[in-house]
C-alpha cells in the first residue's frame, strides 16, 4: 500500500530522478527526455508560487513517484491534479491507481466535489488512465509552449 510523504524544501535531488525516469513521460509531456537539475527547480518553484502541495508517493520506505495538486487554481478556482509520476521502474504495478484513491480520499476529507486534470494531446497513456479513473474530457486547451492538452474532469 502507498502513503503520502510531504515533500520538504531541499528534495530536489529525490524527485529529479524520479523525474527522469521517465523519458517518454517527459518527452509528451515537455519536449525533452531528461531535465536538469535547474529545470527541476525552476519548475518546482514556479509550482510552490501557485501554492501546489507536492509529495513523494512512498512504498514500503522507498519514494516511488510524485503527487501534486493545487486546491483553488486562480484562473478557474477549480481543484487540479498537475501531477501523478510513479517512477519508471514501478509502473503498471497498480500504484498509480492506489495513490489516485489515497488522493481521491484526501480530496473527500476536504469537501472537493470535482477534480481537474489537464493531458497532453500525444499522451496516450495517460489518457487511457484517466478515462479508466473516472474522468470525462471537458475541453482542450494550448499550455503556454503551444502543446495541446485535454481537460479531463471527475465529479466526486
Known amino acids: 500500500m502507498v502513503t503520502l510523504e510531504r515533500i520538504k524544501k531541499g528534495q530536489v535531488r529525490p524527485e529529479l530522478e524520479l523525474m527522469n525516469s521517465d523519458p517518454y ?43 501534486e495538486f493545487l486546491m483553488k487554481h486562480p484562473k478557474d478556482d477549480q481543484t487540479w491534479l498537475g501531477l501523478l509520476l510513479i517512477g519508471k521502474p514501478w509502473q503498471r504495478k497498480g500504484y498509480g491507481t492506489q495513490t489516485f484513491k489515497l488522493f481521491l480520499a484526501m480530496m473527500q476529507e476536504r469537501t472537493v466535489s470535482c477534480i481537474r486534470i489537464g493531458v497532453t494531446v500525444n499522451n496516450e497513456p495517460a489518457h487511457h488512465f484517466w478515462i479508466r479513473q473516472g474522468f470525462k474530457p471537458i475541453d482542450s486547451n494550448q499550455k503556454e509552449d503551444g502543446r495541446e492538452i485535454i481537460i479531463y474532469e471527475r465529479v466526486i
Open 25 to 67: 513521460f517527459n518527452w509528451v509531456s515537455k519536449g525533452k527526455k531528461q531535465f536538469t537539475l535547474e529545470e527541476a527547480l525552476e519548475e518546482i518553484y514556479e509550482s510552490e508560487a501557485l501554492g501546489t502541495e507536492r509529495y513523494f508517493i512512498v512504498l514500503n520506505d522507498e519514494r516511488i513517484g510524485i503527487l
